[in-house]
């Protein structure tokens, strides 16, 4: 894309949908002053190139219809997560570093650098209000950053180096916690404590007996309770009571599942049920108020290779007149399941591992990433395809879905970051 091409675009660029002030946010002597030694996304050099490089790029580009890029990271992208409110991404990858950058402007802007890590950047999110980011590697280094400036700056709050290797993260949608997941099975969840200035381990589960590989918060509105649901490649799920640590229920291969011992790896809820994929392809569907398993199936039964049964991806419809669960697995299997009959009403076939599945917002619109590093967004009630973002020269890790779905942003496993526009 040209220069002016470039201001054109930004010229007509769609104002972020948030209570900031824009005009202050993305000053650009504010975010220079953040981050003075980066810059923005690098010039087209392809001048500087010979002819056998002209090509390349040249074949490269025509294959690629995302709007921008992000390009900093020096490593795979494993991570990238959204600002509740602002027109904000945070991206974590193997170079042991995240970067937080703007999606509403072309190139986009950097705005920090969140160092100190010391392993891959794995995981990570923001609290609800905005305030704080939380960051954490594969060596257990969690870092809190906190907001000022109304979002144009980040300084270090606090950070937690005293556990193992970290797997996940998962912070509360509306009060200042997060829980993460261990490698030997432990569950930890802090609490922000604002007045102190510092992060308070409120409790240290140790019931699975292998990798804890995620967990969720769930009946989030009710602010006496905070309750916490987490899977392990044990075949277990645990439901804790996380203010003092005190296990709800726990679900196990011998008293639950009939002997079947599946390694639970993703976890989604939706009102008072939840959703549960194993690496063989088990899918359970729990009452997550008592711990009652509603069904079980087997999501793919035959497969060439017993690692692509491993189902990598979920998402739950919110649309009150659509009933469908999402499950994406690493055959490339995209199941439509109907969460009434719990019977597949469709199938979705991609060329290469599912990675992550979400639905935008309450619509019928599911977007999947791809290891064939590609972007989709199709109908649900019908399968449809409605858009493919390409791009990438290798997987797509993760994604995040802005503007109401108008946007995505991608985490390139070749350490690229693109911005999709899915409407024209």
């Known amino acids: 894309m040209t220069n002016s091409e470039m201001e054109n675009t930004q010229e007509h660029q769609e104002q972020p949908a948030n209570d900031y002030d824009e005009e202050a946010y993305v000053d650009q002597d504010e975010i220079e002053e953040v981050a003075d030694d980066h810059g923005l996304a690098p ?22 219809n995302s709007w921008t890029y992000f390009d900093q990271h020096k490593d795979s992208i494993f991570t990238v997560f959204k600002h509740p409110s602002l027109p904000m991404v945070v991206t974590g990858g193997g ?42 590697d594969m060596a257990g280094l969690t870092q809190v950053h906190k907001s000022a400036k109304g979002g144009q700056k980040w300084t270090k709050f606090a950070e937690w180096d005293d556990q193992e290797e970290s797997i996940w993260v998962t912070v509360h949608p509306l009060q200042l916690y997060f829980a993460m997941g261990g490698q030997s099975g432990s569950v930890w969840v802090y609490r922000i404590d604002e007045q102190l200035g510092s992060l308070e381990q409120i409790m240290g589960g140790f019931s699975h007996s292998m990798e804890c590989n995620d967990g969720i918060f769930v009946d989030v509105d ?13 075949g277990s799920i645990v439901c804790w009571n996380a203010f003092t640590g005190a296990v709800r229920y726990k679900l196990t291969p011998h008293d639950n599942f009939k002997g079947v011992e599946s390694p639970w790896v993703k976890i989604t809820a939706h009102k008072n049920v939840f959703a549960a994929g194993a690496r063989d392809g088990q899918l359970a569907i729990v009452n997550s108020d008592t711990g009652r398993i509603v069904h079980t199936v087997k999501a793919l039964d035959n ?75 199709w109908d649900a009630r019908t399968g449809d395809e409605m858009f493919v973002g390409y791009g990438h020269n290798a997987g797509i890790l ?19 970051s693109l911005i999709f526009e899915t409407e024209q």
């Open 43 to 64: 010039e087209d050099d392809d001048d500087d190139m010979d002819v056998e490089g002209q090509e390349e790029t040249l074949e490269i580009d025509m294959s690629n």
């Open 95 to 136: 170079d042991e570093t995240a970067y937080m950058w703007t999606t509403h402007t072309q190139p986009p802007r950097f705005v920090g650098e969140l160092a100190g890590h010391k392993e891959s950047v794995i995981a990570g999110g923001f609290t609800g209000d905005g305030k704080y980011v939380i960051t954490t």
């Open 222 to 234: 009710n602010q006496e309770q905070l309750t916490l649901i987490t899977c392990s490649e044990d």
């Open 303 to 377: 497969a060439d290779d017993i690692a692509d049964l491993s189902i990598e991806a979920l998402a739950w419809c919110r649309n009150p007149t659509v009933n469908i669960l999402a499950v994406g697995l690493v055959s490339g299997d995209v199941l439509l399941f109907d969460s009434l009959q719990w019977r597949v009403r469709r199938t979705i076939k991609l060329e290469d591992a599912a990675t992550k599945l979400e639905f935008i917002e309450n619509t019928p619109f599911l977007v999947g990433s791809c290891m064939n590093g590609r972007m989709y967004k």
């Open 398 to 416: 993760d994604f995040a879905v802005m503007d109401h779905g108008k946007k995505l942003v991608t985490a390139g496993d070749e350490g690229v």
